[in-house]
């Protein structure tokens, strides 16, 4: 029976175009952050700002990507639902990968029942759809930026958790583990010398496999009105707004979801090579 | 055999309870159900009654007891705003939805498995190349937004089908597709790499070596293996096709039960999302269980 983290993997695929960096996402990926941070300082205006004069402008050089139907630029206004995407990114990330670490962990050192409970734990955290998860936590809490970052923290930790399980286990069997032990070798110091450096680069790996997917899911919450809330500006609620408006303005939506698919797909082409770059053997 | 069956059947329970767990916990973090349900200016008797109605005097590991009892029951409570059962009003809006999820999880099952068997074998690289591009394509793109462009293309501008709701054949034309771009690429992808795995086995080695057609070992072989492993990954497709309902019936204003939990969440009613919620985990879990036995049957390697 197949454990959880080669479910994950074997959907992504393999990249089968060998090992060389592929730098049209890598650059891809670098416009799109820099246009984010700096893109504030360089750009006229703030994603509020309504010219009712200049409304469903279609794209042009004054507005790169058009307006919208309160006459705000699109392209300012991804500029800051980028920032939105990039923020939720770094929390939830970090939130994911302590969380799904220790759980991980814990799961893959402890043996009988408590390693038993964590790996069924683990197991249907990530069997349930992640939006039901997003929609939930939405309901209760009420949406907005909050919320969203829970939602996907939860669903983030049982992603890191399963793989670090999993690196755990078939580590601790090791030849050279046991060979420590057997000199001695404290747990605490196995974990450290031995355990710690391959659970590293599993959340690495794991960390650039699913930010696609939180960008991707980010998007599809908030466009339903699950995710980020009015006034923040997201790429989805970007796209929401304009679903409206297909035959007048198709702009509104069409553009932001270019440019979103061409950022997941560069995510994700990042990291199948960061997979197959840290370690081919385990995790392909 | 009965021992692998008792292993799942007792993992499928324990994801059940943890899933039943998180709702409750996240159902008392929605707040307090009395604003909502008792009416203003009541004498404290009365609220005290509807306490006691609600089970709600009782310590929470009670009311948990409860719940878990109602669930399995099958009362999944009382939606807020339309003061129906919510057990009915999932089982009034499912036909709906299953008449997007039927025809399209058919269709790009079919779709996926060729194609994922033309891009892991075709002697053409650009074959290769394109299929590769279309899967890692629309997994990047989000289902709403290709609903939005199949829209904007077929009924805004060449105005040959239906923007949205319900209707007869051509309604299902634009929801299904949608569906169907949404779902092929899991398939595609987990297609082919489970075929070349396969093929860089020993037996398939050994059957080259026997003599046996390229065409017979892809067939016989490799084919059968590599549905097993395809088969495994069911809780990813299953949740592909959540998101994808969710997100396309409410594109498409489909009177579905994705279309019903965005208005739930809409107007926060909180029992109805809940319901949805725990239906869809159950039915996540059978249908995983069962895909585990399917796969157990599929593939003579797996011994346990």
């Known amino acids: ?284 | 055999m009965v021992n692998f069956i008792a292993v799942r059947l007792m993992h499928g329970a324990i994801a059940v309870f943890f899933l039943m767990l998180l709702v409750f916990f996240l159902s008392s973090a929605a707040g307090d159900p009395l604003a909502l349900l008792v009416p203003p200016g009541v004498s404290p008797e009365v609220e005290a009654n509807i306490v006691r109605g609600l089970g709600l005097d009782q310590p929470l590991s009670t009311q948990f007891v409860i719940y878990v009892r109602d669930v399995l029951g099958g009362d999944l409570g009382t939606s807020f705003v339309t003061g129906r059962s919510v057990s009915e009003m999932i089982w009034d809006r499912l036909p709906a939805s299953l008449r997007l999820i039927g025809p399209a999880t058919a269709l790009s099952v079919i779709l996926g498995v060729t194609l994922g068997v033309v891009a892991a074998v075709s002697p053409s690289r650009t074959v290769r190349r394109s299929l590769e591009t279309f899967a890692a394509v629309t997994m990047a793109a989000p289902a709403f937004w290709i609903a939005l462009v199949l829209i904007w293309i077929f009924a805004v501008n060449l105005g040959i089908l239906p923007t949205s709701r319900f209707g007869g054949f051509r309604h299902h034309i634009l929801p299904i597709a949608t569906l169907t771009l949404a779902m092929t690429p899991s398939f595609l992808r987990a297609m082919r790499s489970s075929i070349l795995d396969v093929l860089g086995e020993e037996y398939i080695k050994m059957a080259r070596l026997k003599g046996v057609s390229e065409r017979m070992v892809i067939a016989k072989h490799a084919l059968k293996n590599a549905l097993s492993s395809t088969v495994s990954l069911t809780a990813i497709y299953l949740s592909v096709l959540v998101t994808g309902s969710v997100t396309l019936e409410t594109v498409f204003s489909w009177p579905g039960v994705g279309f019903m939990t965005y208005q739930a969440l809409l107007q926060r009613d909180f029992p109805v999302i809940r319901g949805v919620v725990i239906v869809s985990g159950i039915g996540i879990v059978l249908v995983t269980l069962l895909a585990d036995l399917i796969q157990v049957s599929l593939d003579r390697r797996i011994r346990l």
């Open chain 1, 1 to 284: 029976m197949s454990d959880t983290q080669d479910v994950t993997e074997d959907f992504e695929g393999t990249t089968s175009s060998g090992a060389s960096i592929p730098w049209v996402a890598a650059v891809g990926l670098g416009v799109f952050v820099v246009a984010s941070l700096l893109g504030p300082f360089l750009l006229e205006g703030s994603p509020d700002t309504t010219v009712l004069g200049s409304r469903f402008q279609p794209p042009s050089r004054e507005h790169l990507l058009g307006t919208d139907s309160l006459g705000r630029d699109v392209l300012v206004r991804m500029v800051y639902g980028g920032r939105t995407s990039l923020a939720l990114l770094a929390i939830a990330l970090s939130v994911g990968m302590v969380v799904g670490g220790l759980v991980g962990m814990l799961a893959g050192m402890s043996r009988g029942a408590v390693g038993s409970i964590l790996g069924r734990l683990i197991e249907t955290a990530l069997a349930i759809p992640s939006l039901l998860i997003a929609i939930l936590v939405a309901a209760a809490l009420g949406p907005g930026f909050w919320s969203l970052t829970i939602a996907i923290s939860l669903m983030l930790w049982a992603r890191f958790a399963g793989v670090i399980r999993g690196v755990v286990l078939s580590v601790r069997e090791r030849e050279y583990v046991l060979q420590g032990k057997l000199h001695g070798l404290s747990t605490a110091k196995t974990m450290w010398v031995h355990v710690v450096p391959n659970v590293a680069s599993a959340a690495l790996v794991v960390a650039s496999v699913e930010v696609g997917h939180i960008v991707l899911l980010e998007a599809t919450l908030s466009f339903l009105g699950a995710g980020i809330a009015s006034p923040q500006v997201s790429w989805g609620l970007i796209i929401a707004d304009g679903s409206n408006y297909l035959g007048r303005a198709w702009w509104i939506s069409v553009m932001p979801g270019v440019v979103l698919v061409g950022v997941i797909l560069a995510l994700n082409t990042l990291g199948n090579w960061v997979r197959d770059y840290l370690d081919p053997a385990k995790f392909v």
